[in-house]
């Protein structure tokens, strides 16, 4: 009995003498969205995306508006004309509103890889000057403004980065 009682007085300063356990690393988050949106190299990646969708959507409107007009020619027709002409008329718009359909999911799978691609490569000139910064400020974790619950507000460096990145690339 008296060994139990010694073992767990000796476990009870154990535990009572043990510091918790205080992390030293410097940890900040940064706000990438807003990294991209306020930089100069970011405003123009996201300029070319936004000019190439423009255009990706007005040349889609102008193929569809065609198709509308075939497709009134054809209703136009359907009383006059025999019917299998009527329906030769109507498979071929069938096989351009496929071949449209197919034009449009191209241009939606080239500007969302154009998009992963600019991104990445944004990323890949911006990553020294962040690391730089995380080295001449002692910052051993950064984390996305997305993922952080709550902080104060001075371990958001996201303005200090792109004051930093719109120096190197002006």
Known sequence: ?????IISIVIIILISNLNLAHSND???FINLDLL????????????DIDQLNK??????KNKENELKSIEDEIKKKKNI????????EVNRLRE?????????NKLVTEIENKKKGDIKEFFTKV?????????N?????????????????SSDITEKLIIEINKKFK
């Open 1 to 5: 009995m008296k060994f139990i009682k």
């Open 26 to 28: 410097k940890i900040s």
């Open 36 to 47: 991209i949106q306020q930089t100069n190299i970011g405003k123009s990646i996201l300029k």
């Open 55 to 60: 255009n990706n959507i007005e040349n889609l």
């Open 81 to 88: 004309i025999s019917k299998e002409e009527f329906e030769n």
């Open 96 to 104: 351009n509103i496929k071949k449209f359909k197919n034009y449009k």
């Open 127 to 135: 990553n020294p000057i962040i690391q730089n910064y995380m080295d």
């Open 137 to 153: 400020n002692s910052i051993d974790i950064l984390l996305e403004r997305k993922n952080v619950f709550m902080s104060k507000n």
